[in-house]
């Protein structure tokens, strides 16, 4: 059984090291509505989909 807790602390003590110079990001404020966030997916996914529909300038198609 020690032989398993032994890693388990190893890593534990890492983390909690390296924690100190992780940047730590606050709660928001308030609450962002579902229709504002699902407007917000579906113009990233707008965006996705123009974007891979555009050619890459200089880039060669594959010879198969």
């Not at 390296?18 to 709660?27: C, G, S």
């Amino acid at each position: 059984m020690s032989e398993e807790e032994a890693p388990k602390g190893f890593l534990r003590t890492i983390i909690s090291k390296a924690e100190t110079y992780i940047p730590q990001v606050p709660k928001p404020k308030k609450k962002i509505p579902l229709h504002v966030r699902l407007i917000w997916c579906g113009i990233a996914l707008f965006v996705y989909m123009i974007m891979g529909q555009t050619p890459l300038y200089g880039a060669s198609t594959p010879c198969i």
